[in-house]
C-alpha cells in the first residue's frame, strides 16, 4: 500500500537525516491520519485512490506556495518547495493524458456528464484530473 512505501521513505529520511524529505513526508502522513480518521467514523478503510488524492492536493498547495514565493523574490524557499513537490510525485500514480481520458469516454455508451463523471470516478480516482476529464468531455460534445 502507499501509505506504507511512505512510511519507509520516512524512517529512511530520519536515518539519512534528509530535512527536506522529513518535512514533506510528516505533513502527508499527519494528512494521511486525519483522513484514516474521518473514514474510520464512517466504517470505511483509507484507500491508495484516497492518499493519492491527498497527494494532489498537497501539491497544488505547495504550487500556490511555491508562487506567492517567487512573487516576493524568495527563491531559496521556492526552490526547497520545488524538492518537496519532486518527492511527493515519486509516489504519485501517473496521471491520464488528455488522449487517454478521451478514448474512455469514447468507449463509454452513456457520454452524458453525470455517468461519465461518475465512471471515471469509481474507476479511475486518483489516477485523472477530473476537470480535465470534464474539459475533454466537453470538447467532444
Known sequence: MLYDEIKKANIEAMKNKDTLARSIYSVLLNKFMLENIKK???????????????????VKELSEEKENYLKVSNTAEAEKIDGQIKIIEKFMPKMMSKEEIASVIASLDDK?????MKHFKLNFNGK???????????EMQ
Open 40 to 58: 474510520r467514523e464512517k466504517g470505511e478503510e483509507i484507500t491508495d485512490a484516497d492518499i493519492s488524492n491527498i497527494m494532489q492536493k498537497t
Open 112 to 116: 452524458s456528464i453525470p455517468a461519465v
Open 128 to 138: 485523472c484530473d477530473m476537470r480535465q476529464v470534464q474539459e475533454v468531455l466537453k
